[in-house]
């Protein structure tokens, strides 16, 4: 089994920063394409930033130059560093990554239980 673990979310004021990590854990063979999606109050859960096996990133257009997305896959994490913050940022993120836990066995797409960003003056 693969389970994606988060952390680092809470409240920071407009301007603050926060760095968020997904951690894959369990029987892992390999990881593809991992990211960052979020929801906020209303709206539809939205792609944040993406970044291949290779290190190629990808960003969403209300996100690009604050936020820096990048992996470790010694540790088969991903990180989202969010800085600049802004009330529009609130949202519950959760990451993804497309987890390959044999060898024998193909990728599967798995995602993270979400953490709750909050930002508030």
């Known amino acids: 089994q693969v389970q994606l673990l988060e952390s680092g979310g809470g409240l920071v004021q407009p301007g603050g920063s926060l760095n968020l990590s997904c951690a894959a854990a369990?029987?892992?063979?390999?990881?593809?394409?991992m990211g960052w999606y979020r929801r906020a109050p209303g709206k539809q859960r939205e792609l944040v930033a993406t970044?291949?096996?290779?290190?190629?990133?990808n960003y969403a257009n209300a996100v690009k130059g604050r936020f820096t997305v990048s992996r470790d896959n010694a540790k088969n994490s991903v990180y989202l560093q969010m800085n600049s913050l802004t009330p529009e940022d609130t949202a519950v993120y959760y990451c993804?990554?497309?987890?390959?836990?044999?060898?024998?066995?193909?990728?599967?797409?798995?995602w993270g239980q979400g953490t709750q960003v909050t930002v508030s003056s």
């Open positions: 970044i291949t096996s290779g290190g190629s990133t």
């Open positions: 993804n990554a497309d987890v390959r836990s044999l060898r024998m066995l193909g990728y599967r797409t798995y």
């Open positions: 369990g029987t892992v063979f390999a990881i593809n394409n």
